[in-house]
């Protein structure tokens, strides 16, 4: 056997054994985090109704309750929102439901306070895939939270 190929597979190791450790990490931030516990550990709320959670996978009613023991009924709007955004979670106003079956078939029981709806959404790393957290709070005209609802839909890939 030619020297150049005595190399080859030595050579073809080595490249694995630093190769391997690269894409791995790579791959992990791409995501955004390395593991979901170290996702959830940073965000104290999520984390709370993330154990909470009844395994549910649309209205999360044992989180909801983690969530407003956390932020209260009557906290302030910014506030309410400065809390959800502290935890990573992207919030914007939202339309209500357009009738008023709709409106309490969702939990929303005040259509006086239309404008005063906001969605916040966060997608977390899950074991297969990801936990899309949608979280929507509204208030009231004195900008006071007056209810919250939370859905949790899991995302396989």
Request: charged residues 20%.
């Amino acid at each position: 056997m030619p020297k150049q190929r005595k190399w080859l597979p030595v050579l073809i190791i080595c490249v694995g054994l630093i190769a391997a450790p690269i894409v791995y990490l790579v791959s992990h931030l791409v995501r955004g985090t390395l593991e979901p516990e170290d996702f959830y550990r940073s965000r104290p709320i999520l984390a709370a109704m993330q154990s909470n959670h009844d395994a549910a996978w649309q209205s999360a009613p044992a989180a909801r309750l983690t969530l407003l023991q956390r932020m209260p009924l009557g906290t302030p709007r910014a506030n309410a929102i400065g809390v959800l955004a502290g935890e990573g979670f992207e919030c914007a106003t939202a339309d209500w439901p357009g009738d008023a079956a709709g409106r309490k078939r969702d939990g929303y029981v005040d259509a006086d306070v239309k404008d005063q709806l906001v969605n916040c959404q966060l997608l977390a790393p899950a074991e297969m895939g990801y936990t899309r957290w949608i979280i929507d709070v509204w208030f009231d005209g004195a900008d006071l939270l007056r209810g919250a609802r939370v859905s949790v839909w899991n995302i396989s890939l």
